[in-house]
């Protein structure tokens, strides 16, 4: 199982992006789903997450500016963020919670390769 992360960029302040981040491979379910960033010098934190059912949660930081949603269909988690900082700036990671024919259809944690978001003030 893989998961593919894209839609990061350079963004001026107060811009919008959009991520997506698409699991593939061998899949059963996928329980939650979310996104991480990192920044230089930092831990990797939780942005927002999402679980199969449609709850969310988020960091104090993003509440508001940033909607995680999910499309079970397709496998796929997005990230709208809105009003971008730069303070927002990192590379964010998505993860979920897969289960599938390699894992005995255990769920086991997978991270996508990080996608760079970049906001100039």
């Known amino acids: 199982v893989q998961l593919q992360a894209s839609g990061g960029g350079l963004v001026q302040a107060g811009g919008s992006l959009r991520l997506s981040c698409a699991a593939s491979g061998s899949i059963g379910s996928i329980n939650a789903m979310g996104w991480y960033r990192q920044a230089p010098g930092k831990q990797r934190d939780l942005v927002a997450r999402i679980t199969s059912g449609g709850s969310t949660n988020y960091a104090d930081s993003v509440k508001g500016r940033f909607t995680i949603s999910r499309d079970n269909a397709k496998n796929t988690v997005y990230l709208q963020m809105n009003s971008l900082k730069a303070e927002d700036t990192a590379v964010y990671y998505c993860?979920?919670?897969?289960?599938?024919?390699?894992?005995?259809?255990?769920?086991?944690?997978?991270w996508g390769q990080g996608t760079q978001v970049t906001v100039s003030s």
């Open positions: 993860k979920a919670a897969v289960a599938g024919p390699q894992s005995g259809y255990r769920y086991l944690e997978v």
